[in-house]
């Protein structure tokens, strides 16, 4: 399953279901799709969310030592969740709503 984060001040991002829903989770919001953002609540999801990213990657720095190889579970959430911040952070700079699917 993929989930389409959308905001008429960015192109769409993409991203695997499982994923998405961790970061929603983060932004305080029901791990379902669809849904959205009004405006005025992007800035307070936003920081939210990299809130909740950067006490996950405490806890995944002991973690991540252990991993070898090419193993696609050792791609930080941090990582992954970028093209999502950019888009929100553009939404919060346009003043722009953000939905998925």
């Known amino acids: 399953m993929l989930i389409t984060f959308k905001s008429t001040a960015s192109a769409p991002v993409q ?3 499982h994923v998405a829903l961790q970061l929603l989770e983060l932004m305080g919001r029901q791990p379902k799709a669809p849904g959205a953002f009004y405006a005025e609540d992007v800035a307070a999801a936003l920081a939210q969310l990299q809130q909740g990213l950067e ?3 405490t806890e995944q720095i002991a973690a991540s030592a252990d991993l070898q190889g ?3 579970a050792a791609i930080p959430l941090r990582n992954r969740a970028l093209p999502l911040i950019q888009l929100m952070q553009a939404a ?3 003043q722009k709503g953000v ?3």
Do not use: K, L, T
């Open 55 to 57: 006490s996950q990657s």
């Open 15 to 17: 991203m695997f279901g």
């Open 92 to 94: 919060v700079r346009e």
């Open 99 to 101: 939905s998925w699917e």
């Open 70 to 72: 090419d193993n696609p």
